[in-house]
Structure formats: structure tokens, C-alpha cells
């Protein structure tokens, strides 16, 4: 931009012969030096190369300097790489040109099959109209070959909906796996119907039907579910519960958020990554109503006797000791059970009392030097080596 605002200047006064303060020749100079649009850290970059060997690394810096300064050096030789992708593009094109030929020639075959076929058939019609004309005006067209693969579809196909099509399974299903709304589903379908001419007064079509329909197909999908579960449950199973606030979207007064609880068990063979038993929405999240919710989805799936170990956070409603969720599940399945606490949590609580004894209690919610360690903990890892126990003969 500098250059060109430069010879715009120059140019209003092209009409003088001479050259004041030398300006036309120092443009002309500036011209000649080198425009360099080569990355800024392109001798770093061939460094980074891993595929060059040392001796290749070198010989590209040096063309590189050497295009910045005298240019001796030039490029020789034959491209391989672009050569082979210009074959592979002149190869591709023959293909698709001689893929083209094959189809003009079917389609002028299947062509020429039709109208000889037309004209055998009205010669054979004037041939039976007038018995005198024995041997009739059909030419005796050679048989050609029609295009193969190719068949004539209609364009319209002839469907059966059902009266009541909202209260199809497939079509609740669809729409619960897509996060359709009701509204959304019904236009959807209504749409679908007038677009293939139907009469919409013909079927039952509102918003609560695929509401109810969508409710008892969940349950049905769940029924089967629970029926598969219980042939083949795991013989030990570990409970998992965690609460969590989300908004309601589906319930009476959207947009308002509850306490909901996940449920799920994990247990080998078959359910070593946990299988889901419910999301039921509490009250609160005190330990009582988390204990009474698990426990009643644990009598629902038939595996209150085959828990063995509990999985919980160490929250005060979960770890509590007198009114804890997992104290309460524990009284209620009438045995001892596995407590398997966060790790993340009492880890957190172990490091915390061992800095506690040795530099004292940290006033502030986070530790700084704990906040320092886990940002610097990347840069330290990869220049750490291990070095050979003394005790190791082998080193």
C-alpha cells in the first residue's frame, strides 16, 4: 500500500522530464527489493520437521537465506508430487468422460428399443384391422438391448395410515429420540399428510395424543427394559446416587428448576460401566429423601439383594453419620455395605491435613501453592527423568 501511494504521488507529475530530489529513481530502487511473503518463522518450522533428516534441514535453510539475498540457487528437477496429482486428475477425467460415452450409448439403445417397439405395435394393430394387408407396413427392426438397471418408478406411492396416527409407536419413539416438542410433532405429521393429498378431518389429530401416546410408549420401552435387566442382573452390584439442580422443561411450570437424583448400578459381566435405573425429581437434598428415592428404584429393578458396595460423594447429606444417605441405605438393606467415598475428596482432605501440620491452616477457600502447582504441573512433567534406583543391579 506504501509503494502504490507512492507512485500515485509520482504520477501527477509524469509530465516533467527532469527528476527533483531523486524521487523517481529511489522508487524505482525500492522496487527492485525483495517482497518477501515467506512466514516469519519459516527457518524455526523447518527445524520442527521431523520427516526432514538433518542434512535435508540444512539445505533448505540455506536455499531459503539464499532466496532472501543473491538467489543463486534455483529449483531443478521434475515435481513428483504435483506430476502425480495431475495424472490422477487426468485419469479421473477420462473416466468420467468414458463413463458419460457408455451412458449416451444405452440411453440412444433403450431410445431406438422403444420407438421400434411403438412402431411394431402400430403396424401390428393396422395389420389386424385390415386382414387384406397381409404383409403389413411393421419394419423389422433388429432387437437392441435395453439400458440395464434402469426401470421406470412412479412418482407417487400408495401408502395406509392409520385413523389414530398419532398414537403410532414409531412415530412417538422418533420424536422423543429427535427432543420434539408436541406442537412440533403434530404439525410435523399433519404436514407429512396434507403434502400426500390426504384429508386431514379424516384423522384424529391433536397435541395431546402424541402427549399421552409418547408418556405410555416410555413406559412400555421401560417395562422392556426392566424385563431384561431382570433376567440377567448382576450377582454383586455397587450403587451409584448423585443430585444435581436442572430446570424443568417437560413439567407443569417450566423453567423452574428442582432437585433431581441419578440412579444407576454398575456390577459385572454385563454392567461393568453402570447401568441407569431413574432420574427421579426429590423434594430436597437431604440424605433422607436421596436414601428414599434410591431405595425404591432399587424394589423397582428387584436388586436390593445383590447391592454390595456404595458410591457417593463425601457431602455431609450423603456421608453424614446419623441421617447420611448412605448410612440410611445401609439400615435399609439390613447389612454391611462397602463404602466407596470420592477418592477426589478424601485425597483432598489427606494432603490438606498433612499441609495443615506442616505450614499451618490456609485462611483462604483455595490454596494458593496447591493453584500454582496444578498450573505449572505441565511444563514440570516432561523435563523430569527417573533415575536408577542405587540398590538396582541392573540400573
Known sequence: ???????????????????????????????????????????????????????????????????????????????????????????????LQQREEQDMNLSQNFYNFSAATQRRTAADVSTWADPTDSEGNAEDMDYQQPRPGCSHHQDTVTLTFPRRVMECVDICSTADRLGLSDNQVTALVSATLKAGGADLDKFVISTSTPRRNRMLTRYHISQEYMAAFSEDPPKYAALHWDGKMLRDVLGSDPGTSSETLVVLVSGPPAYPEGKLLGVPVI??????????????????????????????????????????????????????????????????????????????????????WFKHFKDVFGQILPQTTLQPCPSDKNG
Not at 32 to 39: E, N, R, T, Y
Not at 52 to 63: G, M, N, P, Q, V
Open 283 to 368: 423434594d430436597s437434598s437431604t440424605g433422607t429423601a436421596q436414601a428414599e428415592a434410591s431405595m425404591d428404584l432399587l424394589e423397582a429393578w428387584g436388586l436390593t439383594g445383590v447391592i454390595t458396595a456404595l458410591v457417593f460423594d463425601t457431602t455431609a447429606s450423603n456421608s453424614g453419620v446419623h441421617r447420611g444417605a448412605a448410612k440410611l441405605l445401609e439400615q435399609q438393606l439390613d447389612r454391611k455395605v462397602f463404602y466407596l467415598a470420592c477418592r477426589h475428596h478424601i485425597l483432598e482432605v489427606l494432603v490438606g491435613a498433612v499441609w495443615e501440620n506442616l505450614f499451618g491452616k490456609v485462611k483462604s477457600p483455595e490454596n494458593p
Open 1 to 95: 500500500m506504501t509503494l502504490h501511494k507512492k507512485h500515485r504521488d509520482l504520477a501527477r507529475n509524469k509530465g516533467r522530464t527532469g527528476d527533483p530530489g531523486g524521487k523517481r529513481s529511489a522508487f524505482g530502487l525500492e522496487l527492485d527489493s525483495l517482497f518477501d511473503i515467506g512466514a516469519s518463522d519459516a527457518i524455526q518450522e523447518i527445524e520442527r520437521n521431523r520427516l526432514l533428516s538433518r542434512e535435508k534441514k540444512d539445505k533448505d535453510i540455506r536455499f531459503y537465506q539464499d532466496q532472501k539475498t543473491e538467489r543463486r540457487a534455483h529449483m531443478s528437477g521434475h515435481d513428483k508430487i504435483f506430476e502425480s496429482r495431475s495424472q490422477q486428475q487426468a485419469e479421473r477425467a477420462a473416466r
